[in-house]
């Protein structure tokens, strides 16, 4: 379960101020996956950094009663100047995961060979996603938060993410963003529409799709 407890999100910049959120107050059921819609700038990806602790709240708290991943793919955790597998060892030990094993698990799935004992800022893209998203699927969460599903690697490499994924998401819940309505329809059953501030939860996904398609048009 993750409650927010009359929450508030200012940025102020600039001279301007923009509210996400103002005094908000829901809960995301444990056992419901939940997608998140908003027209472009209402706050879709800020809910998630902020649910997942890398997004600091204006006032107001989040309580988390379940184990909940960051952003996957998510690389702003990880230390440029310190090699994969010191990155892996370090979050592995803040997760209280074997850092045996999660280490294994990235060297094998991210197939970066030699360059796992090299900083992180050296790697390709490719291998910085490969490397992110094997960090992603190797600690068990409750709760994975997604902001936009994207493609890693060639075909081979994508089907072997797809595979590891089903595992992880059989045993999770999901909340994710995304501006593609089919994927939020096939890993979502409940809706969350982000608009001036207010988030409404909506119990059926497609309730939440047909309020958000009005208030983009």
């Excluded at 829901?26 to 800020?46: D, E």
């Excluded at 890398?54 to 952003?71: A, D, F, H, N």
Aim: with cysteine; aromatic share 10%; glycine share 10%.
């Amino acid at each position: 379960m993750i409650r927010f407890e009359n929450v508030t999100k200012v940025y102020k910049t600039s001279g301007h101020r923009r509210t996400v959120l103002d005094r908000a107050s829901f809960t995301m059921r444990s056992g419901v996956s939940y997608g998140i819609l908003g027209i472009n700038g209402a706050g879709k990806s800020t809910m998630i950094r902020m649910m997942a602790g890398s997004e600091g709240l204006t006032k107001g708290r989040i309580i988390r009663t379940s184990r909940v991943s960051w952003p996957l793919g998510f690389a702003g955790g990880f230390h440029p100047m310190m090699t994969g597998k010191e990155n892996a060892i370090f979050v592995a030990r803040v997760y209280g995961e074997d850092p045996r094993k999660v280490l294994d698990f990235v060297s094998d799935f991210a197939e970066i060979g030699d360059y796992i004992n090299v900083p992180i800022r050296t790697y390709s893209s490719g291998m910085s996603s490969r490397f992110n998203f094997g960090m992603s699927m190797a600690i068990p969460f409750d709760t994975y938060l997604i902001d936009e599903i994207t493609s890693v690697g060639d075909a081979r490499f994508q089907a072997r993410c797809e595979e590891v994924w089903s595992k992880r998401r059989a045993n999770a819940d999901i909340i994710m963003c995304s501006h593609n309505m089919d994927v939020l329809r096939q890993y979502s059953t409940e809706g969350i529409v982000l608009a001036n501030g207010r988030a409404v939860i909506y119990s059926d996904i497609n309730d939440a799709i047909e309020v958000y398609q009005r208030l983009n048009q």
